[in-house]
C-alpha cells in the first residue's frame, strides 16, 4: 500500500504507510488513560487508512475486492460509505472538510483529482484538460489544493470544477506539489535547483515563498493551519518533523529525542500529528508545538500492533481527534484507527506532559 503522496523525494515519508517496522506489544498507561481509540476498519476490507478527520467524520479509503475505494466514516467501522465512483478502477480520499471530500480516482488508467459530497454518485472529476495526471489533496470546500501533470507535475488549485485549475508552479522550478489550503494559503514544495524546498502560496504562482530552512538539504510543507505550516526538513541526512510561522527562518525543529526520523503530517496551529521512528519502531503521535512536547499514540493502543502512523488532526474546544493507521499484528493488515482525547485542563496538562516524560523513559531502558 501508499499513501497518497507520490513524490519520489519524499519517499522516505511515504514509506510510514508501505512498511510494518518491526512488531511490538502495545499497551496503554496510566499517561494515556484519557485516550479513546476507534479501530475504523470497515468489515470485509483487507486494508484501510484514514487520511483525515473532523470532529464528526473522517475520510480515507478501504481496500475490498481487490482494489482501493475511497470512504468516509462518521466514528465508527460499521458508518463507512463507499465513494468509489460508478467506472472507476480504483479511489482514495485524502481529506474532508465534513461536508465535501478530496482526493482522486482512476479511470482507464488515468489519476484523476476529484472532489465528493458524501456520496458515490457525488464524484466531481477536477482533471484539467490535456493532464496526463492530477490528484486533490485537500479542500476547504471552495478551494481544492493539489497537483496535475501538464508537461510536468505542477502544484495548483481549483475551485469546484476541472476548468478552473490554476498553476501554483513557481518560474524555473522542475516539479511542484501542493498538499494543503486554507483558501487563502497553500502549502507544498518545489524542487528548484534539484532541492526540494519547501513552501507557500497565496494563490498564484508568483507568490510562492520558499521555507526551506538554513541548512537544510531537503524540505516539505505537508500542512497549513494559515498562521502555522507543517512538515519536515532533511538536516544532517535525518529527516526532521518541523513547524513554520511563515518564513525559512521560523523552522522550530520537533524531531522527538531518540528518533531516527520523524514527519508532522498535520496542524491545527496548535497540535501536529505525524511520526516518529523510536527504538526501532515507527510511532504515531501528536505535539504541541515543540519537540519535547511529542506524545506517542502507540502506546495507548491495547493489543499487539506493528508500525502506526498518524495522519490527520483536528480540534474543537473540547476534544482532539487524530485519524490514522497502523498494523495489526494479528490481522497482520493496515487498519483505519481515530484517536481521540478530551483537552485536559491547563493542570491536567502538566500531568499528563510529567507522564509521557516518564513513559518515555521507561521505553528507552
Request: charged residues 5%.
Amino acid at each position: 500500500m501508499s499513501t497518497l503522496m507520490i513524490r519520489t523525494r519524499a519517499a522516505r515519508a511515504a514509506a510510514v504507510a508501505t512498511v510494518a517496522i518491526g512488531s511490538i506489544l502495545l499497551c496503554a498507561g496510566s499517561a494515556q488513560a484519557s485516550w479513546t481509540v476507534t479501530n475504523l476498519s470497515p468489515p470485509g476490507s483487507s486494508l484501510s487508512l484514514a487520511s483525515a478527520t473532523t470532529g464528526t467524520q473522517q475520510a480515507g479509503y478501504s481496500t475490498s475486492a481487490g482494489f482501493d475505494q475511497a470512504g468516509i466514516w462518521s466514528g465508527t467501522a460499521a458508518s463507512f460509505v463507499n465513494l468509489n465512483p460508478l467506472g472507476a478502477d480504483e479511489s482514495r480520499a485524502a481529506y474532508t472538510t465534513g461536508t465535501q471530500q478530496a482526493g482522486f480516482a482512476v479511470f482507464g488508467g488515468v489519476r484523476q483529482a476529484g472532489i465528493w459530497s458524501g456520496s458515490a454518485a457525488s464524484w466531481v472529476s477536477l482533471h484539467p484538460t490535456g493532464a496526463n495526471g492530477s490528484l486533490a489533496y485537500a479542500t476547504t470546500g471552495t478551494q481544492q489544493a493539489g497537483w496535475a501533470n501538464i508537461g510536468g507535475v505542477r502544484a495548483g488549485i481549483w475551485s469546484g470544477s476541472a476548468a478552473s485549475w490554476i498553476s501554483l508552479h513557481p518560474a524555473g522550478a522542475s516539479f511542484s506539489q501542493a498538499y494543503s489550503t486554507t483558501g487563502t494559503q497553500q502549502a507544498g514544495y518545489a524542487d528548484v535547483g534539484g532541492v526540494g524546498q519547501a513552501g507557500i502560496w497565496a494563490g498564484t504562482a508568483a507568490s510562492w515563498v520558499s521555507l526551506h530552512p538554513a541548512g537544510a538539504t531537503d524540505s516539505s510543507a505537508l500542512a497549513t493551519a494559515g498562521t502555522q505550516q507543517a512538515g519536515y526538513a532533511q538536516i544532517g541526512g535525518v529527516d526532521r518533523a518541523g513547524i513554520w510561522s511563515g518564513s525559512a527562518a521560523s523552522f522550530v525543529d520537533l524531531h522527538p529525542a531518540g528518533a531516527v526520523y520523524s514527519f508532522a503530517y498535520a496542524t491545527t496551529g496548535t497540535y501536529q500529528a505525524g511520526v516518529s521512528i523510536i527504538g526501532g519502531s515507527q510511532r504515531a503521535g501528536i505535539w504541541s508545538g515543540t519537540a519535547g512536547s511529542w506524545e506517542d499514540l502507540s502506546a495507548v493502543l491495547t493489543g499487539s500492533w506493528g508500525a502506526a502512523a498518524a495522519l490527520g488532526i483536528w480540534s474543537d474546544a473540547t476534544t482532539i481527534y487524530v485519524s490514522g493507521w497502523a498494523i495489526s499484528n494479528t490481522s497482520g493488515q493496515a487498519e483505519a484507527l481515530l484517536w481521540t482525547r478530551p483537552i485536559p485542563t491547563p493542570g491536567a496538562a502538566a500531568l499528563l506532559a510529567l507522564g509521557g516524560v516518564l513513559a518515555g523513559r521507561r521505553r528507552r531502558n
